[in-house]
T-cell receptor, first 118, second 112 residues
């Protein structure tokens, strides 16, 4: 099946620094990618929708200036957590949908990035 | 707003026992998808159901989509330790360009 690569898988940073997470679709093109945040033993919380060539759309309550999303190409989206604080520590997962599968098609998830802010 | 509820939250079974998780949506869904997330892993797509009343099988897994397209279930027959993980249902958010709303998930543990 389709593969979505996400890295880094784990990152530890100091409070106040910025961290960039990359999400790549390896064998398909994705006009849309989604970024989720997952707390331990919890469901997936949609943070934002990343649209190739245009601005991301953020879910209510998600600070767009803190979580910068760039979708530079049909195979790459990045999430930058700016001025990270301990409360930003979480598991961040991206997902992508093959542009040929239509808007209701299955999502392919990256492996996730576990961010720990000290 | 649109909600997808999933029960139970946790299920502990003895290996060989059956397992079922139920998913209910507050609105009619165009389709429903199921994902499995192993401990420490990421969600992996299992199946998509589209038609009212649809039933699909994957080996020991049986998926159903309700007649009203508002509920769904996943049943595992004779669980194995490899079935351990969290099972999520997800449905498209109406008129939201392909976003999915996920249920809370059912965490399955299997005792050998």
């Amino acid at each position: 099946g389709a593969v979505v690569s996400q890295h880094p898988s784990r990152v530890i940073c100091k409070s106040g620094t910025s961290v960039k997470i990359e999400c790549r679709s390896l064998d398909f093109q994705a006009t849309t990618m989604f970024w989720y945040r997952q707390f331990p033993k919890k469901s997936l919380m949609l943070m934002a929708t990343s649209n190739e060539g245009s601005k991301a759309t953020y879910e209510q309550g998600v600070e767009k200036d803190k979580f910068l999303i760039n979708h530079a190409s049909l195979t790459l989206s990045t999430l930058t957590v700016t001025s990270a604080h301990p409360e930003d520590s979480s598991f961040y997962i991206c997902s992508a949908r093959d542009r040929t599968s239509g808007i209701g098609g299955e999502l392919f998830f990256g492996e996730g990035s576990r961010l720990t802010v000290l | 707003g649109q909600q997808v509820m999933q029960i139970p939250q946790y299920q502990h079974v003895q290996e060989g026992e059956d397992f079922t998780t139920y998913c209910n949506s507050s609105t009619t869904l165009s389709n429903i998808q199921w994902y499995k997330q192993r401990p420490g892993g990421h969600p992996v797509f299992l199946i998509q159901l589209v038609k009212s009343g649809e039933v699909k099988k994957q080996k020991r897994l049986t998926f159903q989509f309700g007649e009203a397209k508002k509920n769904s279930s996943l049943h595992i027959t004779a669980t194995q330790t490899t079935d351990v993980g969290t099972y999520f249902c997800a449905g498209p958010i109406y008129n939201q360009g392909g976003k999915l709303i996920f249920g809370q998930g059912t965490e399955l543990s299997v005792k050998p």
